[in-house]
């Protein structure tokens, strides 16, 4: 896999991040809210605006587009799995789009697209915490809930795509419990109006009602994990997301695995990558073969 620079962007539910990566390090990049409720189409716009003018400021012309989006993604196209996060995306032809906003046809610019977890979980399983491991499973918890099972340096995504998809497993439970929107939902129905942070912030200071949701949230991520153990048995999970990385949600959790049987419980590791492991990811999957 060879070291050129390639264009790279991560849609999530509230963030875009548009980059230039070589390797396993982001070079530049712009940062962005999700129009989300604009729909796709200004989703497209806000990443022509932020791929225009990081292009301009480039030492180095990249060699492909690498796309992550959440949701389903397949043959160019996505397919929101959160209808609330990403409202309008209903087989959206992402790719498609992105060719015509950014000219790439003309510039001779191949682009790919994956889903957002599974691009972290190969990110991570070539660069990061997965390195070396004849299986990881990423999950991250952040806006949403997602994950991505890589074998070796292979990223399995299933036979339409969906594999990794952890939040929705038991009809979109965890998700329900343990994603930064679930958090704030659940604050409040207990009459707290905060965001996912200020409740992460509140629970570090041992304020009862913030606690008693993260350790909720940690306990129906530990159950989920189990589940994860029966089905594929990784040798490792790599946890990430703004939630996930959290020292005090990471602690919840720890102490939730400590009801679990020691024989169901996998080791849990936190992202290496941090928030660049989706651009990292992508960008690895955009030149493979190179």
């Not at 990403?86 to 498609?96: C, S």
Request: charged share 20%; aromatic share 4%.
């Amino acid at each position: 896999m060879t070291r050129v620079p390639v264009l790279a962007m991560d849609v999530g539910g509230t963030k875009l991040a548009v980059a230039l990566v070589r390797g396993a390090d982001v070079i530049d990049q712009e940062l962005a809210t999700t129009p989300a409720n604009d729909g796709p189409e200004a989703v497209v716009a806000a990443l022509g605006v932020a791929a225009t003018s990081l292009l301009a400021r480039a030492a180095e012309a990249p060699v492909a587009l690498g796309v992550a989006c959440a949701g389903l993604v397949r043959a160019g196209k996505v397919r929101a799995v959160s209808r609330d996060l990403l409202p309008g995306w209903d087989d959206f032809p992402l790719v498609e789009r992105l060719e015509r906003a950014l000219a790439l046809p003309a510039l001779g610019l191949p682009v790919v697209a994956l889903n957002d977890a599974q691009a972290a979980a190969y990110g991570e399983a070539l660069h990061g915490a997965g390195r070396g491991r004849g299986s990881s499973f990423f999950v991250t918890v952040s806006t949403g809930v997602g994950g991505g099972f890589v074998v070796g340096d292979q990223l399995w995504q299933g036979a339409t795509g969906l594999a990794g998809h952890l939040g929705h497993v038991g009809g979109g439970v965890l998700e329900r419990m343990t994603s930064g929107t679930a958090l704030e939902r659940r604050a409040a129905e207990f009459g707290h109006a905060a965001t996912a942070r200020e409740i992460v912030a509140a629970a570090e200071e041992r304020q009862p009602w913030a606690r008693g949701l993260l350790d909720g949230a940690a306990a129906a991520l530990a159950a989920a994990l189990v589940d994860v153990k029966y089905v594929v048995d990784p040798e490792v999970i790599v946890l990430g997301g703004g939630v996930g990385l959290n020292p005090t949600f990471r602690a919840a959790l720890e102490v939730a695995f400590l009801s679990v049987d020691e024989a169901l419980r996998t080791p849990v590791v936190a992202a290496e990558l941090g928030a660049a492991a989706g651009l990292v990811g992508v960008a690895a999957w955009a030149t493979k073969g190179r």
